[in-house]
T-cell receptor
Framework: SQKIEQNSEALNIQEGKTATLTCNYT??????LQWYRQDPGRGPVFLLL?????KEKRKERLKVTFDTTLKQSLFHITASQPADSATYLC?????????????FGIGTKLQVIP | GAVVSQHPSWVICKSGTSVKIECRSL??????MFWYRQFPKQSLMLMAT?????????EQGVEKDKFLINHASLTLSTLTVTSAHPEDSSFYIC??????????????FGPGTRLTVL
């Protein structure tokens, strides 16, 4: 069965360091992969999308890589700040035409320590 | 831009009653709206997909007669939890996909509705 794995344990890093979050998937051939941020008691907020034919995408302090051979995406936040503390969700859309259903991972909780 | 609102943000009801949750796209027209449910420390689980003017498509295991979805316009979808029971207590989140497209399948999420059934 299709599976998306994110480290469900919290990731604690020092302010100013680079946070790296991992998303692995199995039995899946995604057309693209998305990263969302979710704060407690709130809906997810879209951050970045990367397509299967793209290796890397950047947006300000954020960088996403996508390795379809390893079936893995890495999400980096450089110069992390306490305000970056949140849960980050990985989401995949299938490599099929028409309506695209997105499947979410459980998310990784990031805590940036001042 | 691309703001989605939900109402109410939280609701407490007695077992056996019905609860309606509204999802609105405020500044864009949404071809498709999605309803998710999220239990504590779990991922978002898609319940159903609704397209304006047509019947919703429910995911496997989601009872369509219990979770009634109406997508009356390009900016409004409603989810009604009928005869709610304590096990229906959860965080319900809607999302909308813009008519204009955007970054592939980018979805804009509402802030969520916390339902507690006593």
């Amino acid at each position: 069965s299709q599976k998306i794995e994110q480290n469900s344990e919290a990731l604690n890093i020092q302010e100013g360091k680079t946070a790296t979050l991992t998303c692995n998937y199995t039995n899946y051939s995604p057309a693209y992969l998305q990263w969302y941020r979710q704060d407690p008691g709130r809906g997810p907020v879209f951050l970045l999308l990367i397509r299967e034919n793209e290796k890397e995408k950047r947006k300000e302090r954020l960088k996403v890589t996508f390795d379809t051979t390893l079936k893995q995406s890495l999400f980096h936040i450089t110069a992390s700040q306490p305000a970056d503390s949140a849960t980050y969700l990985c989401a995949l859309a299938p490599n099929s035409g028409g309506y695209q259903k997105v499947t979410f991972g459980i998310g990784t909780k990031l805590q940036v320590i001042p | 831009g691309a703001v989605v609102s939900q109402h109410p943000s939280w609701v407490i009801c007695k077992s056996g009653t019905s609860v309606k949750i509204e999802c609105r796209s405020l500044d864009f027209q949404a071809t498709t709206m999605f309803w998710y449910r999220q239990f504590p420390k779990q991922s978002l689980m898609l319940m159903a997909t609704s397209n304006e003017g047509s019947k919703a498509t429910y995911e496997q295991g989601v009872e369509k007669d219990k979770f009634l979805i109406n997508h009356a316009s390009l900016t409004l979808s409603t989810l009604t939890v009928t005869s709610a029971h304590p096990e229906d207590s959860s965080f319900y989140i809607c999302s909308a996909r813009s008519l204009a497209g955007g970054q592939g399948n980018e979805q804009f999420f509402g802030p969520g509705t916390r339902l507690t059934v006593l």
